[in-house]
């Protein structure tokens, strides 16, 4: 490993078990030589097995659900307690539409589900932000990190409104970006990830379908969670201080396709 991280410390949003991408990118930030805080609603520590991770990685458990802006004022105040400084990174990677979870279609959604899941989704990076930039929690040269999806630019009819949610994502990833480039010296992008066999990934309908149409399609092929995880680092190390603002395409290339020999063969 290359200490691409070392003495940064950091607060890992979303680790639910060893398919997500937040639990890659913990194992890889420990490798790089930093210390973390894990995080995650309440209800998914009791579902999952995220013991297993903090004894793996020397980080502590501070449940906090996301959309509650009184939990993420207790996780930060801990957080810098436990390490004992400010933070230099955080990543956001969560993501729950309820309409998708009920089934219900893009063009009978339940309200409620749709604003709860824009809570989650969405709006919990901002409340998050919001929490960091009060509090002055962040080292300058600091960087935060969301994970998206392309659906934010695309059509994806079964991503439902998880599309919406992820618009809504990128857009406080630059207007919150602006604000803490400006006043604090922190980065704020989202990485924008192949198709993914992890819990959230797998509960879109027809995921197999279109991870495997994404996987014909990108000239790379689809990007794995560890290699997301890689990315991530990257985006956390000193190596990326002056990127910001951005939505980058982690993707093998799937975003700027039209179309492959390996799908045109599929029709001819
Ligand atoms: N898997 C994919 O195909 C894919 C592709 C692109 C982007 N993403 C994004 O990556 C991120 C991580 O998802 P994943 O694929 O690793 O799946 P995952 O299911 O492992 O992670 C989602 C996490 O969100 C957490 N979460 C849900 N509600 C919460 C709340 N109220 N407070 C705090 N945490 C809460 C869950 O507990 C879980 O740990 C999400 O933003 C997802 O949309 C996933």
Known sequence: M???LKGKKGIIFGALNEHSIAWKTAERAHEEGAVFVLTNAP????????EVLAKKTNAQIIPADATSVEDLEHLVKKS?????????????????SVNVRKGNSYTDPSYDFTTKGWDVSALSFHKTMHVLYQKKA??????????????????FPDYNDMADNKAYLESI???????FGRDHKVRVNTISQSPTPTKAGTGVKGFDGF??????????????????????ISMFSDLTKKVTLQN??????????????????KFE
């Open 211 to 232: 991870s495997a149409y994404a996987e014909k399609m990108s000239p790379l092929g689809n990007a794995t969670a560890l290699e997301c995880a890689d990315y991530t």
């Open 2 to 4: 290359h200490n691409l």
């Open 173 to 179: 990833a630059r207007s919150f970006g602006y604000f």
């Open 80 to 96: 810098m307690e436990i390490l004992g400084a400010k933070i230099d990174f955080v990543l956001h990677s969560i993501g729950m």
């Open 248 to 265: 980058l395409f982690h993707d093998g290339g799937f975003s700027n396709m039209g179309v492959s020999d390996a799908v045109m063969e």
């Open 138 to 155: 962040m080292n300058e040269w600091g960087s935060i990190v969301a994970l998206t999806y392309m659906a934010a630019q695309r059509v």
């Open 43 to 50: 209800a998914a520590i009791r579902m999952g097995n995220l």
